[in-house]
Each structure stands twice: as structure tokens, then as C-alpha cells.
């Protein structure tokens, strides 16, 4: 559905309008695409707002990597490509993280070389994580990332381990968290998800959400907002007969 519905340049730029005019001016993900690029200019040009790009790039993994470590020459190809783009944070896909965690030596394999590199490209780095262990021996092994990536959500969906375990893994994070899936993909409602979530991390902790629309948009911000200040949504609910009993005449 997303991709034969939603992936389009002017859909995608209407949704990032809405977020940018509310203030929230940072994108996570794979953007290094002409669709996503091409949707992030609009998006920009509309509102006057240049968008934080967190890049989450696939580094090439082979048999190989675990023991000699990344093909340099490419990981370098492929960084080179998101600072052209002007990514400010690149944290490497878990699906390159969670390859190279080593619980026996309690480290992320050659993760340092690839720090450095996009260090020299003037990039801050993070990991992008699915597995609670990387920020735990990233911290321990005084890894240069500066943020992470962790899945986080009440109903412990996709979580490789509890939600009250996660929570204590985010909680002794040496450094900020990025949590995503707050809502389980659609298995949670906004108001459930989104309560649970800002309500678990920490100040410096932030809180990923995709939305398919620009009413989706609205409606994220707005929850959002009105749980981090403690009042009632502004927002309309979903109306049915059923619920004509319980509301106010």
C-alpha cells in the first residue's frame, strides 16, 4: 500500500510540510533516494525550513567483514554520497550494526573504522540498532557515536528483549536514544503509543514516528504536545454510534 499509494514525491512533501511548519525539523531514514531527496526539497522550498537529515545507510556485509572487517574503499563510496547529500548524522542500518555484534568480546567489530570515516566527512555517527546489546557495548567500549538508534515501543513489538529491560537499557545510555516503532506498526493506537513513549524516556531522548498523511501528521504533533504539557488532545476523535452514550450533550 505504501509503496503503490503513498510512494510519491508530492504525497511524501505534503506530510513533511506539516511537520516542518510545526516545528519538527528532523527526518530519519534512508534518504539518499531521488524520490526522498526530490520530496525533502519540496517540503523545504514550501516552508523555509532546512530539514536535519539522520542518514541510515547499508554498509556491504560478506562473510569476510567479521574477521577483516568492512571494504573500506566502499564504506567510503557510500559516506562520500551522504554528505554530498548533506546528511548531519549517519548511523549505519542495524542490519550493518546487528551483523558485527560480538557478545563474546562484548564490542561492535570494526565499528571504530567506520566512525572515523564519517568523522572525516564531517557527519556526526550513531548506530542504528535493533539489539539493546550494541548500545551497551558501545558504551562500554568507548565507541566514537554520539546517538543511537533503539526500537521502543508498549508492546514490545519487534524488541528483542522486554520493554521494562529496554527501558533500562535507554535509561543508561551514555549518550541520547532514538527510539523507534512507538506504535508497534499500527498495533497501537496514537494515544496509547505516544503516552507510553514520552512518558519513559529521558529529556534528551527522541521519539520516531512515520506517518502516512498529513491528518496522521497533525494528529502526532498534537498528541505529542499535549502529553508533554499534561492536557487533553485537541484532536477529533473517531465517532460511531455506538459511542453516542458517552458523550456530553
Known amino acids: 500500500y505504501i509503496k503503490s499509494t503513498i510512494a510519491d514525491r508530492s504525497k511524501i512533501a505534503d506530510v513533511l510540510e506539516v511537520f ?5 525539523n528532523t527526518i530519519m ?4 533516494t531521488p524520490l526522498t531527496r526530490d520530496a525533502i526539497q519540496d517540503a523545504q522550498d514550501r516552508t523555509g525550513v532546512e530539514v536535519i537529515k539522520v542518514s541510515t545507510p547499508l554498509l556491504p556485509i560478506t562473510p569476510e567483514v567479521p574477521a577483516k572487517g ?3 574503499g566502499e564504506v567510503a563510496r557510500i559516506l562520500d554520497e551522504h554528505a554530498a547529500y548533506g546528511a548531519k548524522i ?3 542500518h542495524q542490519a550493518t550494526t546487528d551483523a558485527v555484534l560480538d557478545r563474546c568480546t562484548r564490542k561492535i567489530r570494526h565499528m571504530d573504522a567506520v566512525c572515523r570515516l564519517v568523522r572525516e566527512r564531517g557527519m556526526i555517527p550513531g548506530l542504528s540498532t535493533h539489539m539493546p546489546e ?9 565507541l566514537d557515536v554520539e546517538t543511537y538508534i533503539s526500537i521502543y515501543n508498549a508492546a514490545g513489538f519487534l524488541m528483542q528483549v522486554e520493554v521494562d529491560w529496554t527501558a533500562r537499557v535507554i535509561a543508561a545510555a551514555a549518550k541520547p ?10 498495533r497501537l493506537p496514537p494515544f496509547q ?6 512518558n519513559t524516556i529521558r529529556p534528551q531522548d527522541m521519539v520516531t514516528v512515520g ?8 494528529e502526532v504533533i498534537e498528541l505529542s504536545l499535549s502529553i508533554l504539557e499534561k492536557r487533553t488532545a485537541q484532536i477529533d476523535l473517531q465517532e460511531t454510534r455506538s459511542k453516542a452514550s458517552v458523550k456530553k450533550k
Open 20 to 24: 516542518l511548519r510545526a516545528g519538527v
Open 29 to 32: 531514514g534512508q534518504l539518499n
Open 70 to 72: 568492512f571494504d573500506l
Open 90 to 92: 549517519l548511523m549505519p
Open 134 to 142: 550494541a548500545i551497551v557495548y558501545a558504551d562500554e567500549s568507548k
Open 177 to 186: 536514544v532514538m527510539t523507534i516503532k512507538p506504535l508497534a506498526a499500527g
Open 193 to 198: 503509543g505516544l503516552t507510553f513513549v514520552w
Open 211 to 218: 506517518t502516512l498523511c498529513p491528518g496522521e501528521a497533525a
